[in-house]
């Protein structure tokens, strides 16, 4: 990548030449520094105290041996991380992936978006993100325990509720997180808010579950609103993927007015004209486990095909991207645009590639960035924390409240960044300028020696 700024070009350069093997960390590492080059340009104790030189280096990248017992009685072996990657601003916070492709280069991109992300929150939070290779798929309910336990073993050595504070992330719910959360307690002996995304009957928030998929719909109505005049209600939806953000996004986009029309996984992606019935699809997701396929076999009028890119061909006015990381590029940004796709918000971390970003900025779409749609997950659980601090339980509607202040909060102050630094309405550059400015400044009082 080419920059303006000397200084950003020599920390980039040296982020590549350092980083072998890690595009996906390079890529993220790339569209923060853009954003950057007003912010450099403008004040130069940035390169002074060696700010962007010390925030693309993780603080500590953790890498363990994570061995456990299958149902056959046979030895697996995984590898397990964690990336603690900025504290400028509190606690290291962020999810465990449990997925295949888990590798250093995904959890420190998925890392070094968190610092940008919990920065936006306004709350306490520092940014870490770790998981493993572990694939959680057709395993036994047994085989995930073993797996939940021996990762918590070593995990244990290095967080706490007031060091770094882990959560669930793809591969991770609920399930995961209570088996984590025990083992913690019987190796420290110590019952603490170390974890969010917890069972409500032992320290988890209301709307923790809801949180991500509703604050992105929280954040897109408020960016439609502001910036067009325009709301959800009336419009067509595709949400990719159907895990724990998908269900949620869809869940909200239907009580706005929206109608979502499409779903996936990594196999395929079922089409509804209808709009989709989420109570079926909760049923398979979350009760039994299952693929969405079966989701045509239990609705008339629903279609199935295989392969999940297809999904973003369905003509609709909002695409949702809630599934992984560069499931949009160039060619399917291209498609959205010719049909006439008005915004898009990722719900996913990175879902779109930068090929795929400058397409949609070209074409004039409202482009909702991660680090601010989707922080709305983290941000509750800020608001687990807190209530776990108190050792007290807000209801459902004072924690969807804070949510939806927050997101909205959010959306302004990415939208204020990008009149002030960059081109009016460029949330990519006002989200990630937002976020810097707040860490760099708790980064240049707290000293260099870190
Ligand atoms: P889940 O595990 O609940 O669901 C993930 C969904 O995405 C599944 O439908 C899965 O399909 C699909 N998916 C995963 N990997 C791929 C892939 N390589 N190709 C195609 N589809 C894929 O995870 P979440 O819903 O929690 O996370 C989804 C995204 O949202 C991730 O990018 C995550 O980092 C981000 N996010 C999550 C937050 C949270 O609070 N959970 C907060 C903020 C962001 P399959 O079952 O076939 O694997
Ligand atoms: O990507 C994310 O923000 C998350 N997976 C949620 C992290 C958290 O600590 O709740």
Not at 15 to 40: D, R
Not at 424 to 440: P, R
Request: net charge negative; glycine share 12%; proline share 4%.
């Amino acid at each position: 990548m080419e920059f303006k700024s000397e200084y950003l070009q020599r920390v980039y350069d040296k982020v590549v030449k350092t980083n072998p093997g890690e595009p996906e960390f390079i890529q993220a590492v790339g569209e923060v520094l853009e954003s950057l080059e007003p912010v450099v340009a403008k004040d130069s104790s940035y390169e002074e105290n060696g700010i962007i030189d010390r925030i693309v280096e993780p603080e500590r990248m953790i890498s363990f041996r994570v061995s456990w017992v299958d149902d056959n009685g046979k030895v697996q072996v995984n590898r397990g991380y964690r990336c603690q990657f900025n504290s400028a601003i509190g606690p290291y916070k962020g999810g465990l992936r449990l997925h295949p492709s888990v590798c250093p280069s995904v959890i420190k991109f998925l890392g070094f978006e968190q610092i940008f992300k919990n920065s936006l929150t306004s709350l306490p939070m520092g940014g870490g993100k770790g998981g493993s290779n572990f694939d959680p798929k057709g395993k036994s309910d047994g085989e995930i325990m073993r797996f939940c336990q021996s990762f918590m073993t070593e995990l244990s050595k290095h967080i706490g509720a007031d060091t770094d504070v882990p959560a669930g992330d793809i591969g991770t719910g609920a399930r995961e997180i209570g088996y984590m959360f025990g083992q913690y307690k019987r190796l420290r002996n110590e019952f603490t808010g170390v974890l969010t995304g917890k069972g409500l009957s032992y320290g988890g928030s209301l709307a923790r579950t809801e949180a991500t998929g509703y604050g992105l719909l929280y954040f897109t109505e408020e960016m439609m609103n502001v910036m067009k005049n325009d709301s959800v209600a009336g419009k067509t939806i595709v949400v990719s993927g159907s895990g724990n953000v998908a269900i949620y996004a869809t869940e909200k986009a239907t009580q706005l007015g929206g109608k979502v029309v499409a779903l996936s996984d990594s196999n395929g992606y079922i089409y509804d004209p209808n709009g989709i019935n989420l109570d079926v699809v909760k049923q398979i997701k979350e009760v039994e486990r299952k693929r969405i396929k079966e989701y045509v076999d239990r609705v008339d009028g629903a279609t199935y095909t295989e392969g999940c890119k297809g999904i973003w061909t369905i003509p609709c006015d909002i695409a949702l991207p809630c599934a992984t990381q560069n499931e949009i590029d160039a060619e399917s940004a291209e498609i959205l645009i010719k049909n006439g796709t008005k915004v898009v918000a990722e719900g996913a971390n990175m879902p779109s590639t930068p090929e795929a970003i400058a397409k949609f900025q070209a074409a004039g779409l409202l482009f909702g960035p991660a680090k601010a749609a989707n922080a709305g997950g983290v941000a509750t659980s800020g608001l687990e924390m807190s209530q776990n601090s108190e050792r007290l339980s807000w209801t459902f509607e004072e924690v969807d409240a804070k949510l939806k202040n927050i997101m909205v909060n959010i959306f302004h102050n990415a939208y204020n960044a990008s009149k002030e630094y960059s081109e009016e309405g460029n949330l990519v550059a006002g989200a990630n300028i937002a976020g810097f400015l707040k860490v760099a400044d708790a980064m240049k009082w707290q000293g260099i020696a870190y």
